[in-house]
């Protein structure tokens, strides 16, 4: 910036020199993957989703106390869906209604089940990002997937996308995978 001022006024001039501004930004290597150990208390899950069965199971209740962490949550969902034989799990936020719509994909079908509050999907949808296996490639080497177990020690893992549903609204698709035999070696450990 130099400052000039022209004696005929009296009056100061500002005028600035264009200088290049260079800005790097440097990553560096992620070597070590996310401790996904800190996502679920040790003192194991404080979440109780009851279910019926009418012909096909159904969350009443997702048994989510005051103080649950979301991790705790977001796993009890993942696997009430997986216990009920679920593939996918559908998210459909209701703006009028303030809730979020879920259905089950078992087989063919999509069952609907308890609606989740917005605070509940944004915990699932926070954790998403943390947990779920990048689908960059159909074909992955094992190393590459984040493995997580179900109470009954089956590993697993979760892939997420956006997708529109009938009335255009946006709904968040979870694609739960069981592991193939022979792939336990690359489980992480609950």
């Given at each position: ?7 005929a ?8 020199k ?56 977001t ?26 719509n ?7 079908d ?5 609606p ?11 954790l ?63």
């Open positions: 910036m130099v400052l000039t001022s022209r004696p006024n009296l009056r100061a001039h500002i005028r600035f264009r200088t290049p501004v260079i800005c790097l930004v440097v990553m560096s290597e992620q070597k070590y993957r996310p401790n996904t150990d800190l996502l679920r208390p040790a003192e194991g899950s404080k979440c109780e989703p009851r279910m019926v069965h009418d012909p096909y199971p159904r969350v009443i209740d997702w048994g989510m106390p005051e103080d649950v962490n979301a991790g705790d949550f796993f009890s969902v993942l696997e009430a869906a997986l216990g009920a034989g679920a593939t996918e799990i559908q998210l459909t936020p209701l703006d009028t209604l303030g809730e979020v879920v259905h089950f994909r078992i087989g063919s999509f069952i609907g089940q308890k989740l509050t917005q605070i509940q999907f944004g915990y699932i949808a926070i998403l990002a943390h947990i779920a296996t990048l689908s960059r490639y159909d074909r992955e080497p094992p190393n590459s997937i984040r493995y997580f177990h179900t109470p009954d020690h089956r590993p697993y893992y979760v892939r997420f996308s956006k997708t529109r549903v009938g009335d255009h609204a946006t709904a968040i698709l979870i694609r739960l995978f069981m592991a193939k035999e022979g792939m336990e070696s690359a489980t992480q450990s609950p």
